[in-house]
């Protein structure tokens, strides 16, 4: 019987691709959105993976909407927290608006996902927690002090979490990446891009979400179950830990 993944921020970008490469794995994929319904609409009718609409950063939207996908598919076996926003602003111009936003979405958004799961990969002794991060919670970033911080404290979730599931067959690691060519980054002016970014990368080029998903597939895999509590990252050598 196919295992249930459940992928947050699921239908676009870098989720779309975790989502799609999991049912080309065999898994039985739900992908979950915040907000755009004809993006969502449009991800199901391309690739046949249901989608779920509910905000991360609320508690009680959550353990309702995992109640609809477990009806639907069943247990959730393995979760990729990937949804994340951002509120940009230099740390003097920051509001507690743009710093509650970012830090309830991106980083109590891992408990709230988490924590309703929890106690049945516990009960069945099994399951794959995948937190996407970002490079940016690992060296940090100018104007993005509240991104950063959630991202990092991504980090410490995920080592802290690990060492609670290892002995109940639950893996918990994290994703680092780094520029990725979603279609937000796509959107930065061409100059930017090839002037300011990619000469910062040492491979000379954008990731691509297809080789961010490739890691969360192995990471949800039975071969990596010795694999526990790690980051993973996956930026061009930009930044190496």
């Excluded at 992908?31 to 508690?59: C, H, L, M, R």
């Excluded at 477990?70 to 920051?94: C, Q, S, W, Y």
């Excluded at 743009?98 to 002794?125: K, Q, Y």
């Excluded at 990471?219 to 190496?240: C, K």
């Amino acid at each position: 019987m196919s295992r249930v993944a459940l992928v947050t921020g699921g239908s676009r970008g870098i989720g779309a691709a975790i989502s799609i490469a999991l049912k080309a794995a065999g898994y039985k994929v739900a992908a979950n959105y915040a907000g755009n319904d004809e993006k969502a609409q449009a991800f199901t009718e391309a690739t046949g993976i249901p989608t779920y609409k509910w905000d991360v950063s609320d508690y009680a939207e959550c353990t309702k909407g995992i109640s609809r996908v477990v009806d639907d598919l069943g247990p959730v076996e393995v979760l990729v927290n990937n949804a994340g926003i951002t509120r940009d602003a230099m740390f003097h111009k920051m509001t507690p608006e743009n710093w509650n936003a970012v830090i309830d979405t991106n980083l109590s958004g891992l408990f709230n996902m988490t924590h309703p799961i929890w106690t049945g990969m516990r009960d069945r002794n099994f399951g794959r927690v995948i937190n996407i991060s970002s490079i940016n919670g690992q060296k940090g970033q100018m104007g993005q002090v509240n991104y950063s911080a959630a991202k990092a404290g991504d980090l410490g979730f995920t080592k802290a979490l690990a060492q609670e599931g290892a002995a109940k067959g639950i893996t918990v690691n994290a994703i680092c990446p780094g520029y990725i060519g979603t279609e937000m980054v796509r959107a930065i002016p061409e100059k930017v891009l090839t002037e300011r970014i990619i000469p910062q990368i040492p491979v000379g080029r954008l990731g691509e979400p297809e080789e961010i998903a490739r890691i969360a597939v192995f990471l949800a895999s039975d071969d990596a179950g010795f694999i526990t509590g790690s980051t993973i990252s996956a930026n061009g050598g930009q930044f190496v830990v």
